[in-house]
């Protein structure tokens, strides 16, 4: 029988001997995660890097991993040379706090573009965290708190593995498209497995590729998107179950992130199946996850699935108009198009549509056995509002 | 000294012996145009084509063009065979009243995709349209009304290159960003310039290239997108001067589309300057102008360029910090960043977003001597309210 791991309802606090806290005051917040270990990284791939995530892309290299300080309000992004200075001083002060190297700290911000810090209330905030750190429910809930922006709720998933923990706290709202992906996103991820560095790198990118990168386009990061993954390595865990529990934690972030898509009232999977290759459907599903006039669509609980055909049209994947189309959840399924023909059924699907705020549209091509996913929320007048008014 | 090209009052009647009408009734439309020519034809990339497109395609290849029958408010599309036999069946009924032949028609449709045509009301149409062709202002602008769904304003613009005319008619609303392009455009030209029917292949490319194509992502075009020039071949002019005339032409009505986008309030032009090449600056222009974030923050008045710099950092180009960033009219200037350096004019800058609704937004990138631009305008509650509730 194979081993499975199970959701525990708790949080980073699961790991032996990490301890953390957080502040948030007004727009500004400031967290602090103490943990001794190994550590991986995955960072934006946009050609404008923050300075923390120059700095901490550079430190998670020598893989040694002594505490974490993340502040949100200001993304420390497009802030030149005084920018990496900022990000230096922050990992320095924590450092000579645990006497450890800077180089063991990694550094991370989220907030408006093209701002220096305010180092002074930098400084003094991680004084006032810092001795507060403990290993406690609260602590990581406080932690979760201080990164947060535009978030609505705090965004936290752990499981069991074997007698293995992994526990994630991520921040991050409005995905909602391509061009969104300014609005950052940031992962942390704590687990006491035994790992070397190598499998650790190799899984973490898996998971991420499987998980955050379903919940958006390749290459369509902000300036300081980052993930990180410690391990303390106490307990043995296989490397196959290993990745498909760090997986899964990732994939229930990742979900929650576009759950709360700014403004979004509802959360959808596209499921493209049946696809010429997996690249195929992983692209087709994309293009719908992504379309502007599904989202809206979903949003009006409009079942106007000639916008998914037209996604799937202009997506670039091969394509014959011999497509199944169907709405579903646990329960219920609501076919639209039965290989390729309309069933009449908008009505209906719209009805569901109302009723349902968590759902999946499975798109079947017919030509091959790709498969593929993508997550995505609706577009509603709070996306525009929230956007239209950020910095103001 | 260079010969020019001037903006004329006037619309498509200006061409000798172009009869047109059109009858809009809610959300059905018809129109007509007789007028026998050349014709060459810029139709959709996407892989689901409307039946109207294939048909039109293949009569355009023939290159005689005797008519043009347009329906708006179903788009005959993902309609299967009987789809197509309805688009041929169009051109069959236009052809018998002309008195030519089937191929010499072109056939458009715009509207809800998946859903057959109601053949009765076609013909019922075209009959009444028919006897009312005529050359007249009021025809151009009846039959430029019957082909639009969304559209606030009707779409008409023309101009005199040396004794010839070319006027253009389009419809088309809401290419808001990538995924928009289901909302169709239609184009037609026509003129009475000599050309022979490979000259009229290239510059139609060309002038769209150069015009529609910046205005939204290459290949994210909907089901039913269709440009098409026709020429009757009365007057001679030079081929650089009409092609220039021709664009000129093309971009006026895509910007007419950009400034009708669902719910926009204001429309911009994207400008990057010296980029590594002009495929660099093209494809970072696009980034901008279809970045959510900025139009959003352009709707809000709110001139948040960090958005501006993280769209050029995701857009895959090359890149460094020293970029300057400027708004401008014609009359007047905002510089938010100077070779990298934030000048901290966001104030002035708020205060220029929200005294103009049609300005530039400029980027220097100092690397190289590319150049590129793209059109964008605002993300606003009228864009998500008109598609949330298009078809219910």
Redesign the interface.
Known sequence: MQKRFTKINDSINAIDGLKCWGIKEGKNGLGIVKCEGKVSGVFT?????AAPVLITAKHVRKGRFKGLVVNSGN?N??T?EKGIENAKRMAEILASKLSCKPDEIAVCSTG???RQLEMEWIESKIEEVFVKLENSRQAAKNFAKAITTTDRFLKEYAVEVDSAVIAGVAKGAGM????????TMLAFLFTDANLDKTEMDELLADAVERSFNVATVD?????NDTVLLVSTGKKKVGKELFGKALTEVCFQLAKMIVKDGEGATKVFEVQVRNAKDDRDAFKAAK?VA?????K??I??C?A????V???????????T?NISLWFENGAEKVCLIDK???TGCEDEA?EFLRENDDFKIIIDLHTGDGEGYAMGCD???D???L??????
Chains 1, 2 share one sequence.
């Open positions: 791939t946009n050609r404008i890097k993304a992004a497009f030149g408006v573009i093209g909602i498209a391509p061009s969104m992906r300014s609005a290459g369509d990061t902000s300036t293009a992504n379309s502007l006039l599904v809206t669509a949003f009006g409009d106007n699935w000639g916008r055909i037209a996604a799937l049209g202009y997506s670039g994947i091969e394509l108009e390729g023909e309309p719209s577009l509603t007048y996306y525009v509002k956007n239209a008014e950020y910095t103001t």
